[in-house]
């Protein structure tokens, strides 16, 4: 067989949860040939994996790295850290399928999230998009969710109003059509217009359409601070009655006045699951989250886009609404001090100084006070700041890390100042939560990151070391692995991971993308 390499005398921990085995490991055609012991095949590359550990690719349930396959396909902060599958369209925002009329308003919509290429996305079905990728050869591989937002932009643009019954049945013939397509289900961003406009009336029917064809519907629910209960039971109805699979993007309580909640709906958890519904959840290791400034702001005054919002804040009373609304949001977040600002684009002004500093410290340098200094900022810069967001318990941290339930994320987005979660989200896990803190066995934490992630998304050519499976493999040096940068220097690799391949072409080696 061609390009066959063979990994000897390598602790194997192969994605199921089971207990690590020493062995040989031979990859041939993109797939792995053979396990054993002392295996001996002739012509091909021997690579010795004395003292270190073999692991199936590590799969990315929620990532932003739609546009990187074409800015920089080499993706070297995810396969350095052992990524070999990204799950992009998270959020209600997917970069397919989109219509001409859509294009350029889903463009602006996704900068925060993805970044901007050379100009307006030209695909249109999901289809399509993902035969780009493929022609892109990025380093890792790609799945792709349906963006609720997207969809519904595609049937009424960013109206803010109940979807008729057949802008309903529009909505379910598109995701149908783009779930044969490959699509692997549906995601929610119940923070983010147009996706947050959504009744659940309506997700409930076009959850139908996914359930149809055994997707999995991803939810950023509508609230993650003071009615974080109650917008996970909203989710919960939707998954009963649409018969969907349900995953929570990254569970946690924002603001210390909501610190613990997480416990609650992990024991409510345990109880769906006894009542056998497939339910979980993701999460990255770390106390701080990234996403747009503009989810400081309420939904509503996003209505039929950016334009209208800057309009809106043309008109007195209407500002003075958006403003003592904004202030509400920015108490539950905790306040300016615990938002940092990540990425700024190209303004009108320059705000090229603000990336690094805390709200709080911009507004003092505008000479403003907190709010109206966001609003200034988001019409100065279509909205389109990136920011940290400080605003997590550690305990509620290793709480849901901890549990049964759930997997491992990035939501990686690149930026000026990033989260450093897009560089070293399973270093981190892997160094200092299970390794140095003892959260979990290694081989559970495995199955968080491969076959869990794998068996949730039905990508059954992946996520397990067996012989027939995609050759998706990363080799550890487990006692150094870890994540080296931080808030302040986010753009590092981290420790520890030696080699990636993906479906048995080596990828990554020792810093190197190849």
């Not at 808030?487 to 048995?504: F, M, Q, S, T």
Request: hydrophobic share 35%.
């Amino acid at each position: 067989m061609d390009n066959q390499t063979l990994i000897r005398n390598v602790k194997i921990y192969d994605g199921t949860g089971g207990r690590p085995f020493y062995g040989d490991v031979l990859m041939g055609s993109g797939l792995i040939q053979k396990i054993g012991r002392f295996l001996n095949e002739d012509r091909c590359s021997v690579v010795d994996g004395t003292g270190k550990i073999l692991t199936p690719g590590f799969i990315n349930c929620h990532s932003h790295s739609e546009l990187q396959p074409f800015l920089d396909p080499r993706m070297l902060q995810v396969i350095g850290q052992g990524i070999t599958t990204e799950v992009v369209g998270q959020d209600g925002l997917s970069v397919a399928p989109i219509d001409d009329a859509h294009a350029a308003e889903l463009t602006e919509n996704m900068i925060c999230l993805c970044g901007k290429g050379e100009r307006d996305f030209w695909w249109r079905s999901h289809k399509d998009y993902m035969r780009l990728v493929e022609d892109a050869d990025p380093a890792c591989r790609f799945v792709g969710l349906l963006g609720s937002g997207t969809i519904r932009m595609n049937v009424m643009g960013s109206e803010n109003r109940p979807a008729t019954p057949n802008e309903i049945r529009q909505m379910c013939d598109l995701i149908e059509k783009s779930m044969e397509e490959g699509a692997r289900g549906i995601s929610f961003g119940l923070i983010y217009p147009p996706s947050s406009y959504a009744s659940t009336k309506e997700m409930i029917e076009v959850c139908k359409a996914v359930a149809k064809h055994d997707g999995i519907i991803m939810v950023h629910t509508r609230n993650e601070m003071d009615l974080l209960l109650e917008s996970f039971e909203e989710m919960v109805h939707v998954m009963k009655e649409s018969g969907a699979r349900l995953e929570i993007s990254h569970l946690k309580s924002l603001g210390p006045t909501n610190w613990g909640k997480v416990r609650k709906i992990l024991t409510r958890m345990d109880e769906l699951q006894k009542e056998g519904y497939d339910i979980g959840f993701d999460q990255y290791p770390w106390n701080a989250g990234s996403t747009g400034l503009k989810v400081t702001v309420p939904g509503w005054a996003y209505s039929g886009g950016v334009d209208l919002f800057e309009k809106r804040l043309q008109d007195p009373e209407t500002y003075n609404k958006i403003a003592a609304e904004t202030a509400d949001i920015l108490r539950e977040r905790g306040g300016g001090a615990r938002i940092q600002v990540a990425a700024v684009p190209e303004s009108t002004d320059d705000f090229s100084w603000m990336p690094g500093l805390r709200i709080n410290a911009v507004a003092d340098k505008l000479g403003m006070e907190e709010v109206p200094a966001i609003l200034y900022i988001l019409s100065k810069t279509r909205s389109s700041v990136l920011c940290v967001y400080h605003s997590i318990s550690e305990d509620d941290v290793q709480a849901v890390m901890s549990s049964p339930y759930h997997v491992v994320c990035t939501d990686g987005i690149i930026g000026d100042v990033p989260h450093p979660r897009a560089y070293s989200t399973y270093p981190r896990f892997l160094g200092h939560y299970v390794r140095d803190l003892g959260i979990m066995p290694l081989e559970t934490a495995i199955n968080h990151i491969t076959g869990e992630p794998a068996r949730r998304l039905r990508l059954w050519d992946r996520g397990l070391i067996r012989e027939g499976m995609s050759a998706d493999l990363v080799l550890i040096n487990y006692d150094q692995i870890i994540d080296t940068n931080s808030y302040i220097d986010p753009i590092k690799l981290p420790a520890g991971i030696c080699k990636v391949w993906v479906k048995g072409r080596l990828r990554y080696e020792d810093g190197t993308v190849l």
